[in-house]
């Protein structure tokens, strides 16, 4: 063995190509294996990142969400609009998801991508119905209207602002736990004796209007519904929990008086 120094290399410029070479091969290896640990990342890893989105979530919407009283309200004068989502959603978005979709869109694709984004969107979502059952929330008519839409932003959200690779959104937008938020407020709006059923017509271009507003008062454009013809309201468990947290009319005329 000939010890390699720089007065070696200077007077045998072949054996400083071929270490060079030696050297670029040696790192290309270890930059291949090193990305291939990131497309393969372990599921304890990344089964990590939900339940940590998850106590997140509880905390940001325990700081942010309306108060039980705000979703009391009824009519125009509600101060609710429907046509847009609540302002606590942006923030939602933006403390327990976007840092989370942009970190894995910036440095991992594929199958982890898809992965991660999924955990972090089931975990956010199921924590927001965890929250409200929590609380036990009453919801007036309008008050269902308003949580139908911050349900939906969540979809568009991930529709057009998010910068997932194309199989891994539309993964992501096709989670039970959207249909199921979605199905939740279809719950709250629902009326006594309506029947669920599959093969039903699909709610895909009905327009949610509170029955007490007028023509110009705020209305929802359902849009975000597969279609398929299975109601929302199906991917809901425990659906009578849900019921039971409309707004009764005597209670609606108490505290309107």
Sequence with gaps: NVLVTAQVLVENPITLVRLSALLRQMCSEDLQATLKKLTVMPEDLIGAVGPVAQTLSLATLQSYMPPASHWRRVGPASGLDPDKPSPYVRVFIERVMEPVISAVVEFVRGPVQEAIGKQVVQAACEAWLEFILEKQI??????????????????????????????????????????????????????????????????????????????????????????DDIPPEMYVPNQQMWLDLRLRPSFLSSCCE
Excluded at 144 to 163: C, G, H, K, N, P
Excluded at 180 to 207: F, I, M, Q, T
Aim: proline share 4%.
């Design 138 to 227: 009453h919801f007036s008519e309008w008050g269902a209207v308003q949580l139908l839409r911050d349900f939906m932003s969540i979809r568009d959200w991930i529709r057009t602002e998010t910068q997932l690779d194309t199989e891994a959104r539309k993964s992501v937008l096709q989670l039970e736990i959207l249909k199921r938020c979605e199905g939740v407020a279809y719950l709250l709006l629902r009326s006594p004796g309506d029947v669920l059923g599959v093969g039903k017509p699909s709610r895909k271009n009905r327009r949610v209007v509170p029955s007490d507003s007028a023509e110009s008062s705020p209305s929802v454009s359902v849009t975000s519904i597969t279609e």
